[in-house]
């Protein structure tokens, strides 16, 4: 694994503790806030190196309590075209990291979580892999062939994004594909599963948009351990 930089937005984070898990496992080269973001970040013990955004959903106290421990604030007028987490995106594209971890990005509000998933194209237009990630599971653009290392029974659904994705293998999962195709309207690659602790996902054209959950057969709001 390359450099990567954690972008915390003001979704919904879940526990804290598995961020703090993953920053102790990854070591980020920086952590950026948007906004109201830097509030997840109190209670997971982690100083941003800056915070971005219009500061409507981030009070002058914290704002001030950051700044003090050397957090650099960099404001943005409230009436603009980017959302604050875009922002943030920005400022880690500039540090040229490999990959890019945006968490708090997604939720309960719909339209702010297909918002974060479209900036996922700016990172395949730049050559970074970013991903959204949360303690349930991460959510990322594919579009050529992919290898996911992770646990037999974990469920990972594949969308195709922006319109057909051709030529599609997948090898490992336990609905296996061989030369398919998928077209919006036809959500029929949602609820795959790994076999083993290996899938491979290989396509010739198009994008996929990847949800891989974590923990095999438990979801948000279905089960709890």
Not at 28 to 44: F, M, Q, S, W, Y
Not at 56 to 66: E, F, G, N, V
Not at 175 to 183: D, G
């Amino acid at each position: 694994m390359g450099k990567v930089v954690f972008i915390v937005s003001g979704g919904e984070l879940g526990d804290p503790a598995f961020l703090r898990e993953q920053a102790a496992t990854v070591s980020p080269a920086a952590v950026i806030c948007a906004d109201g973001g830097a509030r997840h970040l109190e209670a997971a013990g982690i100083i941003p190196v800056l915070i971005v955004g219009d500061m409507d959903s981030l009070d002058a106290k914290r704002q001030t309590c950051y700044e003090a421990k050397g957090c650099r604030i960099l404001r943005h007028p409230q009436r603009k075209d980017e959302t604050d987490t875009e922002l943030a995106l920005h400022e880690a594209f500039r540090m040229e990291p490999a990959e890019i971890w945006i968490w708090g990005a997604l939720g309960h509000r719909v339209d702010h979580v297909l918002a974060n998933i479209f900036l996922l194209v700016q990172g395949k237009q730049k050559g970074i892999e970013v991903k959204l990630i949360d303690e349930w599971c991460e959510a990322f653009l594919i579009d050529r062939r992919t290898v996911l290392e992770g646990e037999a029974g974990q469920t990972v659904s594949l969308f195709p994004f922006w319109g057909p994705a051709a030529g599609i293998t997948l090898t490992g999962f336990e609905f296996p594909l061989t030369n398919a195709v998928m077209e919006i309207g036809r959500p029929y690659g949602v609820s795959n599963r790994l076999i083993t602790g290996r899938g491979i996902i290989e396509l010739d054209s198009g994008r996929l948009l990847a949800v891989r959950y974590f923990r095999p057969g438990i979801f948000p709001g279905e089960a709890s351990e």
